[in-house]
Nanobody
């Protein structure tokens, strides 16, 4: 079993930055691929970014490519999402997720989920 706890969300102005953290406990973090997803009110959950267990391979949704950076520190059992140049359309609840095997863009392939952290970008 894996427990994930997100932090770092909040209110930020258009163009600002935030860094989300996802602390993991339980099963060995270093063998898990990690992903970040988000869900805005009235919308479906969508893929944001994913990173392989080693951190060597990353993947981004087109909407955040060049603005967001996913990373991980296996020594600290933590994954991060650095969000720069934030836009009002980035407003959503952000979830981190973990899965065994290779990284994925598909939310239903992830076995473990955090509770989510709210990000609000004001215009």
């Amino acid at each position: 079993q894996v427990q994930l706890v997100e932090s770092g969300g909040g209110l930020v102005q258009d163009g600002g930055s935030l860094r989300l953290s996802c602390a993991a406990s339980g099963r060995t973090f270093s063998i898990l691929a990690m992903g970040w997803f988000r869900q805005a009110p009235g919308k479906e959950r969508e893929f944001v970014a994913a990173i392989s267990w080693s951190g060597g391979i990353t993947d981004y949704a087109d909407s955040v490519k060049g603005r967001f950076i996913i990373s991980r520190d296996n020594a600290k059992n933590t994954a991060y999402l650095q969000m720069n140049s934030l836009k009002p359309e980035d407003t959503a609840v952000y979830y981190c997720a973990a899965k065994t095997g290779i990284k994925s863009r598909l939310w239903y392939e992830y076995q473990y989920w955090g509770q989510g952290t709210q990000v609000i970008v004001s215009s």
